[in-house]
């Protein structure tokens, strides 16, 4: 007999819906699985037998052929057991195929028949929906993130038992045994629990770093910060993430997606805080953009939405570096490899820390001894174009004793999160229709449209760039900031003063120019 | 000192592996280049180490071969430097700096492209640490404009740091300077100042005792200090820490009988050891440049005039910044303040107010805003503090020596 039935392929952050045929006849017993599959697909067949096996089932000795459809389309993952099982259990002719039909499978089999999690269901199922699928069956665990999806009734198994049982029942008996789950994206967003983790208002003194980190947070600006060890820098990525505004829906559903694709998920239904990803600096170059024969999402789609935080900037390989230099212009990172060309979303605000010299301490001359040549050496070791994608710099100084004990405390995360939803209100309304969605994403092109100077201002940036020697590119950059700025201050027109300020936190470019 | 003898002796001081007591020897016994390269090493061994004779027969047989004569060769050395832009002269010469000819084991020729400081004028060398402070780059350039507005040449070594910082500072206003290398004045060492050795050039010139194409090796560098000192009336030592180059030369100047001058530092700055110890051990404080070159002017006179000259200051000394008495309003200047203190800084006139705040807490030494926050009288944001600072930097009156630091300009 031959049956079918419906399961799913990744393909980077998007799926496509994979139709797995069963054929059994007499003949020879056998099994034959066909249809461009990695090892662990193949391996599969084993995972299948045993669990049927061993959930009570008698696999009567046929010649059966499984292809999993369109044939031309890789396969990867352990996803495809749950579908085969349900194949071979209907083309042997334990149930009825209309039982079976029209309902998507995921899921990874024990051999003792226990349904295991599986990575990107959430896209999976989405592109189900989207054919008009109406039904899943995912392993329980995944249940809930599959749910997120509207329009498809999703339920979670546990054993493959409990999906024979299903398969067998009728009507309202199915409901009982496998119960659809339900959950509220919208609702899982409010319910988060209040924001408990690092506040800012822990870090004490460095004001102005504090300072750069609020514009950098408001208008999604890159951002570097120099200072010897212990001033705080990592303290202050850290809270980045937390004065950003919160995820929306839209952003929330995309960072579960790459992170359901990473298998990172666990059993959350939706990622709910914005990512801060921190990885040491010996990353390699795939784990930094994403590889693999068929590529998995690297850490800068991890950062989606969120923060990227390179701790000591200057000791990360040359070319791990530059590999995100498209990305940072694109937001997004395309990976071509045999397996295939995937494009994830890499659409993250890049904080880096580094040391002023190779002791650190630089400049007080007291401690430090490195000469001239040394500490333009171990700054030139950053890559320049990454360099140039940064539009904030702040330098951090030792914390003194009186400001570690009690004392004035600072905006708590809180507060200043507030301000940053304001204007993230502004920049909403400002690129409304454009492809822009912060200020630190303008390009020059668009700087008169949405960065205009009055004459004043002009005047001012004129002698600014005489006097700091700027370039063409740290201009703009100066003025995207300023934009912010003034819309921190609630202003219109970006003033003179958001100028200065703008441009006391120079372009990275500008920096070792001094 | 006939021009054959002016060859000879370049030719001589171009064999760097010869030491400049062998060359004395050399030209005292061999006064004739053609006898010289005509000689059996045998004999040159008899007044030079086996080694130096050695060198010098392989050179004399090298030249023997290109031009045919010791005289023809030495001449035809000469004029290939000479078409290269560069000069030379030999102790002797009346072109020869004098002061050179009174220090311990003078250089016996000088390679130069530019030109030769004058006897006449009042020159000062400007010696410091390579990794200066903000306080040493501000002293430094301060003294070399200073200098350079009046027309006494700066000398020092065209290092990184003190020495080329006040060079350019005495260049820009207009002034002379000469610098003194520890290699070929072809060579420039260090790249960095690149363009510092184009100026000199133009308007001062490049010293070196050693021939052209000589890598700038450290040992030469300690050695080429005493023409620094001896080329200058006073030595100045901006920043030095304790154990530094900077020690060499003051101890060279001091032998040489030069007025050595320190600018005293905190005595927590760790490159400021090296000068308060010398204070320790009597040497003459720097405060400001007028009254530093008041005195050395008097002794400079003194020396070379006799005693019967009268002591009358250089044209020019006369106070050229503005008079404090306008602006200093406040009278913050206290009860001290007279006349010679013009050299302090003034408060700058037609500030104002809210900027002024700010300035007046500034220093030489960097400070970051919020250390500046702190000090200020009345509470301003940090925000409004960054503004301000900037706006003191765009007229000139600050400066941001890196990304959250500032100095009074």
Not at chain 1, 96 to 121: H, M, S
Not at chain 2, 114 to 137: F, H, Q, T
Request: net charge neutral; glycine share 8%.
């Amino acid at each position: 007999m031959y049956s079918t039935v419906l399961s799913g392929a990744l393909l980077g952050v998007q799926a496509a819906m994979v139709l797995v045929e069963v054929d059994a006849t007499n003949g020879l017993p056998s099994i034959n699985m066909v249809g461009s599959l990695s090892g662990e697909v193949r391996e599969s067949k084993e995972r299948v037998l045993a669990a049927l096996k061993n959930a009570g089932i008698d696999i009567p000795p046929k010649h059966v052929t499984i292809n999993l459809s369109p044939a031309d389309l890789r396969k990867e993952g352990t996803a495809y057991d749950l579908p085969i099982a349900v194949g071979m259990l209907q083309a042997l002719g334990f149930f009825q195929k209309a039982n079976a039909e029209e309902i998507l499978f995921l899921g990874e089999l024990g051999l003792n028949g226990e349904i295991r999690t599986v990575r990107g269901v959430l896209p999976i199922v989405r592109e189900a929906v989207a054919r008009g699928v109406k039904e899943c069956i995912v392993p329980l665990e995944n249940a809930r993130e599959g749910a997120m999806i509207p329009g498809i009734k999703v339920r979670g198994a546990k054993e493959l038992e409990q999906v024979m049982c299903f398969l067998l029942a009728e009507g309202k008996e199915r409901e009982k045994i496998l119960p659809v789950v339900t959950v509220s994206a919208s609702e899982l967003l409010q319910e988060k629990d209040p924001f408990t983790g690092n506040d800012f208002a822990e870090v004490r003194g460095q004001e102005v770093a504090k300072r750069a980190a609020k514009i950098a947070a408001a208008g999604f600006h890159n951002l570097l910060m120099i200072g010897p060890p212990g001033a705080g820098k990592s303290m202050i990525a850290k809270r980045i993430p937390g004065i950003m505004p919160p995820l929306s829906l839209e952003e929330s559903l995309e960072v579960t997606t790459i992170y359901s694709v990473a298998g990172l998920l666990g059993n959350r239904a939706l990622i709910t805080d914005r990512p801060f990803q921190s990885p040491h600096h010996t990353i390699s170059l795939p784990a930094l953009t994403g590889g693999g024969t068929i590529p998995r999402p690297g850490i800068i789609s991890l950062s989606h939405r969120g923060v990227l935080f390179l701790d000591e900037l200057p000791e990360f390989q040359r070319n791990s570096l530059d590999g995100m230099r498209q990305p940072l212009e694109d937001k997004k990172i395309q990976i071509t490899r045999v397996g295939g060309n995937l494009t994830y979303p890499a659409d993250f605000m890049l904080v880096c820390a580094m040391n002023p010299c190779p002791c650190g301490y630089f400049p007080n001359r007291n401690k430090c001894r490195c000469t001239e040549p040394q500490i333009k050496h171990y700054a030139g070791r950053v890559s320049g174009p990454i360099l140039d994608r940064i539009d904030l710099c702040v330098e951090l100084h030792a914390v003194e004793v009186t400001n570690l004990h009690g004392g004035y405390l600072g905006e708590t995360s809180t507060q200043i999160q507030k301000q940053v939803e304001q204007v993230r209100q502004i920049q909403a309304e400002r690129f409304a229709g454009t492809n822009y969605r912060f200020n630190g994403d303008v390009q020059a092109a668009d700087m008169e449209r949405f960065c205009p100077l009055g004459e004043a201002e002009k005047n001012c940036m004129e002698r600014l760039y005489e006097e700091m020697g700027l370039s063409a590119r740290s201009y703009h950059r100066i003025c995207k900031v300023a934009r912010t700025i003034a819309d921190l201050a609630g202003e219109e027109r970006i003033r003179t003063e958001h100028l200065l300020e703008a441009a006391m936190f120079r372009p990275a470019q500008e920096i070792w120019k001094m | 000192m006939n021009v054959e003898q002016i060859y000879y002796a370049q030719w001589l001081l171009s064999l760097y592996e010869l030491s400049n007591k062998a060359i004395r020897i050399i030209q005292e016994k061999v006064p004739d280049p053609n006898e010289l390269f005509r000689l059996p090493k045998e004999q040159l061994e008899m007044f030079l180490p086996p080694q130096y004779a050695q060198v010098l027969w392989k050179k004399c047989q090298e030249g023997l071969r290109s031009h045919g004569s010791g005289q023809e060769h030495v001449k035809c050395l000469f004029e290939a430097l000479e078409r290269r832009g560069m000069h030379f002269v030999a102790m002797g010469q009346p072109e020869y700096p004098a002061r050179l000819t009174k220090i311990p084991d003078p250089p016996l020729g000088l390679y130069y492209s530019g030109k030769l400081p004058s006897d006449k004028s009042l020159s000062v060398a400007i010696i410091g640490s390579r990794e200066c402070s903000e306080y040493g780059r501000h002293v430094a350039e301060t003294l070399g404009r200073f200098l350079g507005e009046r027309g006494a040449p700066v000398i020092s070594g065209m290092a990184r740091g003190v020495d080329g910082i006040s060079q350019q500072a005495a260049l820009l206003a207009g002034g002379e300077s000469y610098g003194v290398l520890g290699c070929g004045v072809d060579v420039c060492y260090p790249k960095s100042n690149q363009k510092l050795y184009q100026t000199l050039t133009q308007h001062g010139g490049i010293l070196s005792e050693y021939p052209p194409g000589t890598p700038p090796l450290a040992a030469n560098f300690p050695v080429r200090n005493r023409i620094v000192s001896g080329l200058a009336n006073a030595v100045v030592v901006v920043e030095a820490a304790l154990k530094s180059g900077t020690s060499i030369t003051v101890s060279l100047a001091l032998d040489q009988g030069r007025d050595v001058y320190v600018v005293p530092g905190r005595v927590t700055d760790r490159l400021s050891d090296g000068c308060n110890q010398l204070i320790k051990q009597g040497a003459a404080v720097y405060t400001d440049p007028e009254s530093f070159l008041e005195e050395i002017q008097q002794t400079f006179f003194l020396q070379s005039m006799g005693p019967k000259a009268s002591v009358r200051p250089i044209s020019g000394t006369a106070p050229a910044l503005s008079s404090h008495s306008k602006d200093s309003d406040e009278g913050a200047l206290g009860p001290t303040h007279d006349a010679k203190d013009d050299a302090k800084p003034s408060e700058p006139y037609g500030l104002p107010e809210r900027l002024k705040i700010i300035w007046r807490v500034l220093d030489h030494t960097p400070k970051s805003v919020e250390e500046i926050q702190k000090d200020l009288s009345e509470t301003i944001s940090v925000q409004e503090c960054t503004i301000r600072l900037m706006e003191l930097v765009l007229t000139g009156k600050a400066k941001q020596v890196t990304t959250g630091q500032f100095v009074r300009q």
